[in-house]
Every structure is written in C-alpha cells, then in structure tokens.
C-alpha cells in the first residue's frame, strides 16, 4: 500500500480530494512503474483536484500532470529499476492517473530520462511550467530574438519564473510583466532588468501598431494583453504563446503580421515529440541557473494539495511548488 491524492465524485457531482492509502493493483496499465519522489502543481492540477475543469473524464481520479522518480519495474529495454525519469504531458493527471502518489505506473513513450545536472527535485521545479517555458525560449531562438528586452507575462507564475531566469542566464534584457507589485523583488532576482505593471498591458488600443519595444515575448496571459503586445513587437519579432490566464480570444488585428512580419508561436508541451523533450530538458539542465531555481522553490507534500489547487486558480501561488510526496 502507498499514499495517494484521490479526488472523487458524488452523486451530485461534486469533487472532494484527499489522501488514501491505495495498492499497485489499483495502478492503471503501463509498462514502466516508477517510485515517484516529487511532483509540483500548475493550473490544470488546480481544476483536476476542484472541478476537473472538463480534463478528468473518470472517477476516482489521481492527479498530478507532471512527476520525476526512479524506475522500479520496466517492460521496456529503455529502461531498468534504478534509473532516473521525469515525465510531463501525454494527459497524465487528465485523463490518465498521475504524480500525485509514491508510485505511478505510464507507457515508456511517455518518459524521458532525467538529464545529468538535475536531480529528481530541482526537475519538478522546473515541472511541466519550466519545461513549457524552455520549449517558449528555444521558439523564439529558432526565429531569431532581436536586440532590446524581451518581455514576459505573468512572469511571477511559474512559466513566467523560469522564462525569466533563462532568459536573463542567456544575456538578454528582461521586462517582466506582473500584476503584483510585492513580485518586483522577486522577478528582480531571477533577473528581470524592467518591471511592468500589468495595467499598462491590459488596456485594449485602437491603434493596431505602437512604438516597436519588445524584442521578444513570452506569453502565458493571452487575451486583451496578448493583442495589445502583438502591435508592440519589434519588426519580424516573435511571441511564443503557452498560456490563457487572461481569456482564449484574441481581439487583434492581423496588422501586426502584416506591416510589422510579427510571428505568433504557439507552445504545446504536451504532445512534443521525444527528441524535443530531450532537447529542451538537455537545455534546461545547462542554461537555467540552479540558484535561482532554489530561489523559486515553495516545498509542500500531498495533504497541502487541496488548498493549493484552490490557491492556483485564484493565482495565488507564486514560484515553483515542489510536493515531496513521501513526506
């Protein structure tokens, strides 16, 4: 028996979560077990322990999109009991059981071996959040970042975190984005050289283009604020997209494509082939900065999960949250 976050749901439709003691014969199928040692918590997690935000489709569910352990039983050559994993994305903890157990059973395609330079704690600081937010960087890489600051939204979240701290490791000027002024300091130590209120983005304009500021973004509001920085980009800059914190629309013009050869780059973490996943969790290895990580760590463990998913979606949780699910 081992402990579980098992959220379930009444005849009246309503979830409750808590901590269970379940069995390995309760594990869904799969060909590699891991003994999960920490996962972390992102938006999804919020609605899959509430709501289920329409991603969970069977009950009693066991979420946690993202977690990183050490191979206990494997089907597979690729791996053997003792080596190191993460996994992120593939619906895990949607639709799939996930990380928030001391064990996890997944299909070997999903994993991929933790790189050297990171142990499994410092990889679930970085979670599926760092991973989007290195996948995000290297985009912007691959269409070539111009000269002056790159601007980041909702940098305080956890996306927002790493995106900054990567960018800042590679030497580029960092604008910051926040509607939380008691974040300056924070975003200032991860390496943001300009902070901006989030009231100076969030106003719709009329005009489709203003003064070319920015030389990259990465977003992870969308929105009224997505359309706003569209017409701010410098010319043939690009903004990698990996959120919608501020709504799925997108009250824009094509002006900005157009005049400006503006590129709109949409982040999927999810289903990102194998060799992506290597690459981006090679390169967070190398170009995020480890002490900054530390700096970004908030430490929990699986009964601090309710109140945590509750706090997510009220962006309430700043940082990286690292859930030691044995503790």
């Known amino acids: 028996m081992f ?37 972390t918590v992102n938006y999804k997690d919020g609605l899959c322990i509430g709501p289920g935000g329409g991603l969970v489709r069977n009950y009693p569910h066991v979420p946690g999109i993202d977690f990183a352990g050490t191979v206990e039983a494997s089907d597979d050559d690729r791996y053997k009991p003792g080596d190191k994993v993460v996994l992120t994305g593939w619906r895990v903890g949607e639709v799939h059981w996930g990380g928030y157990a001391q064990k996890a059973r997944v299909k070997a395609d999903w994993l991929v071996p933790l790189p050297a330079g990171l142990d499994t704690r410092h990889a679930m600081a970085v979670g599926t959040a760092g991973f989007t937010a290195m996948l995000a960087v290297m985009a912007l890489e691959d269409h070539g970042i111009k000269d002056g600051p790159v601007l980041v939204t909702g940098a305080a979240g956890g996306v927002g975190s790493v995106a900054t701290a990567i960018l800042s490791k590679l030497g580029h000027q960092v604008a910051a984005v926040t509607g939380r002024p008691e974040t300056a300091d924070y975003l200032t130590s991860l390496g943001a050289t300009q902070i901006v209120a989030r009231e100076e983005l969030n106003e719709t304009t009329k005009r489709p283009l203003e003064a070319e500021t920015w030389g990259g973004c990465v977003d992870a509001v969308g929105g009224e604020m997505l359309a706003r920085l569209l017409g701010q980009m410098q010319y043939g800059a690009s903004v990698a997209a990996v959120g919608l914190a ?82």
């Not at 098992?6 to 590699?32: F, H, M, Y």
């Open 3 to 39: 402990k579980a976050l098992v959220v379930e749901k009444n005849e009246d439709g309503k979830t409750s979560a808590a901590v269970q003691e379940i069995g390995l014969d309760q594990l869904p199928a799969g060909d590699v077990t891991v003994a999960v040692e920490y996962s």
């Open 246 to 327: 501020g709504g799925a629309g997108l009250p824009a013009t094509v002006i900005p494509f157009l005049l400006r050869g503006v590129n709109l780059l949409g982040i999927d973490s999810v289903m990102q082939p194998y060799e992506n996943r290597v690459r981006a969790w090679e390169r967070i290895a190398q170009d995020l900065p480890m002490d900054k990580l530390d700096a970004m760590i908030h430490p929990a463990t699986l009964g601090d999960l309710p109140d945590l998913g509750r706090g997510i979606l009220k962006g309430q949780v700043k940082g990286r949250v690292v859930v030691d699910v044995n503790a």
